[in-house]
């Protein structure tokens, strides 16, 4: 217990403790002075009714369906392409550098790149001969970039993870397969991903989680949640109610709605889990 006791007490006062006061003040309201009012459920009515926070939904589910699959599905091919190679350090070493660089470093690099005269835009006017819009100023792209800046910066870890998970997978099961006409094609779909398919179920689970509480990035990367609101998500929601309007009561209710979405996503996550993840007995 007295090892224990360290990580318990973090736990309950950097956890435990702030879940059960945003839970009380979902309830309430408190501009952060004086003492709370208790307004029952109205908070919460006044959230389901908002149009701002239907708007931080589909854009945060929007986020969370296109950067997971396809961030997953990259790492998974970049994982079997680097599982094949004996020096392998130097690439693991650029796939896995966005993982410890910071958010905010990751973003103002990003924010230089995607400016109108910045490289990317020079890259496809060179290409292209045509004007590229203005990737964070516009209502159809800024999404689209924080997207494509989420996928680069996750890359790194799962691609690690995925090839921690091929090392379960039996050479002599490959070679069988291959000797008996196996292409590799069918030796990826018919053998390797039902292998590491708990891995991949875990890294969904996982990277669903986290782009429902994307925050630093979008803060940064786009200012004011982007143009018509296109890049704000339902955490820079709770920030701009809780932060900026001083209303923490209201805030409190919707990351009391956050909290109820996750738990929905993710029990529909292992509910559909019993069709493609296959656990070895």
């Known amino acids: 217990m007295a090892f224990v006791a360290p990580q318990a007490l973090g736990m309950a006062l950097f956890t435990l403790l702030p879940f059960a006061a945003a839970f009380g003040l979902a309830f309430t309201a408190w501009n952060g002075f004086g003492m709370p009012e208790w307004v029952g459920l109205a908070n919460f009515v006044d959230q389901i009714f908002d149009p701002l926070l239907h708007r931080s939904i589909l854009n945060t589910l929007i986020l969370a369906l296109v950067t997971v699959p396809i961030g997953l599905g990259?790492?998974?091919?970049f994982a079997v392409?680097?599982?094949?190679?004996?020096?392998?350090?130097v690439y693991l070493l650029l796939l896995f550098a966005p993982v410890v660089t910071s958010q905010v470093a990751i973003a103002l690099i990003w924010q230089q790149i995607l400016r109108p005269d910045g490289a990317f835009s020079d890259l496809i006017a060179r290409l292209f001969g045509v004007i590229p819009p203005d990737w964070l100023g516009n209502p159809y792209t800024a999404l689209g970039a924080v997207c494509l800046v989420t996928i680069w910066a996750?890359?790194?870890?799962?691609?690690?993870i995925f090839m921690a998970g091929l090392?379960?997978?039996?050479?002599?099961?490959?070679e069988a397969a291959q000797i008996d006409g196996a292409g590799v094609v069918?030796?990826?779909?018919?053998i390797i991903l039902p292998m590491v398919s708990p891995v991949?179920?875990?890294?969904?689970?996982?990277?669903?989680i986290s782009?429902?509480?994307?925050f630093d990035l979008v803060f940064v990367l786009v200012k004011n949640a982007g143009p018509d609101n296109g890049t704000r998500t339902i955490v820079y929601h709770i920030y701009d109610i809780g932060f900026q309007k001083?209303?923490?009561?209201?805030?409190?209710?919707?990351?009391?709605?956050?909290?109820?979405?996750?738990?929905?996503i993710t029990a529909i996550q292992f509910g559909a889990q019993k069709r493609f993840v296959h656990y070895e007995e």
């Open 74 to 77: 990259l790492s998974m091919i």
């Open 81 to 89: 392409m680097l599982n094949s190679i004996r020096r392998r350090s």
């Open 154 to 160: 996750s890359v790194g870890l799962n691609t690690v």
């Open 167 to 174: 090392q379960n997978v039996s050479p002599a099961v490959l």
């Open 186 to 190: 069918t030796r990826f779909f018919r």
């Open 200 to 208: 991949i179920f875990y890294q969904s689970v996982v990277a669903f």
């Open 211 to 214: 782009s429902l509480q994307t």
């Open 246 to 264: 001083s209303d923490f009561g209201i805030s409190s209710a919707a990351s009391i709605i956050l909290l109820a979405l996750t738990l929905i």
